[in-house]
């Protein structure tokens, strides 16, 4: 059955409160009853530094302890409460920078990309961490405005993790060629808000992007987590 964006983002409100009932969620840092990640820690993780590419933003420093096991929680325990507090902590941050006009003017009815997983990585984890925090942002803002393209980036071939290589060069030769677009028609003319969990050098973000230009994305910008 298709359900309104509107109606849908209730019934999972609801079924988000239900599972939090009967399985109370711990703070991954702490472990105080309450959230996944609790306002206590969460304040105390330092500020990423800007990424040197200026369409890239992220929120937190990824040097932080707390942030890698919050990080590390999601992507491999697959904890998604998680993920909705990045996406709440991209949204707030998205709507501070929509004040800076040079970088959001006209920047209308944007579609949220997160980066994907190939079609290997993704069998064995059975979760996109990138997806889940893509997915709760489009809920996050509810008039409707910032659609998730969830299917419009596919990663046609397999990489060695980028966190394996420590080398720049060798990160953006090995994600070079990785990724395609689903539909042409999809991101032309559009705005793109690309959604990934961490970002190091950006080589993988870049090469995104430049897929998305390709298939004749207008503005792109890129949000991470961590950096
Ligand atoms: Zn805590």
Known sequence: MN????TYATLKTLFDTVLDHLFPTKCVSC???GKALCDNCIQKIQRAEPPRDSFIFSIFDYRNQTMK???WALKFRGNRSLARIFAQAIHDRLLEETSDKMVFENFRHPLIVPIPLSKK???ERGFNQSEAIARDLSFINT???W???ANVLLKIRDTAPQSSLKDKQKRARNIQGCFAITSNGTVCDRNIILIDDVTTTGATLR?????LQDGGARKII???VAH
């Open 3 to 6: 359900y309104p964006h509107s």
């Open 31 to 33: 472990a105080v009853e």
């Open 69 to 71: 096991q919050a990080i």
């Open 121 to 123: 990585r993704m069998k």
């Open 143 to 145: 008039g409707g405005e």
């Open 147 to 149: 659609e998730l393209g």
């Open 207 to 211: 090469e995104a992007k430049k897929v």
């Open 222 to 224: 890129a949000f991470t």
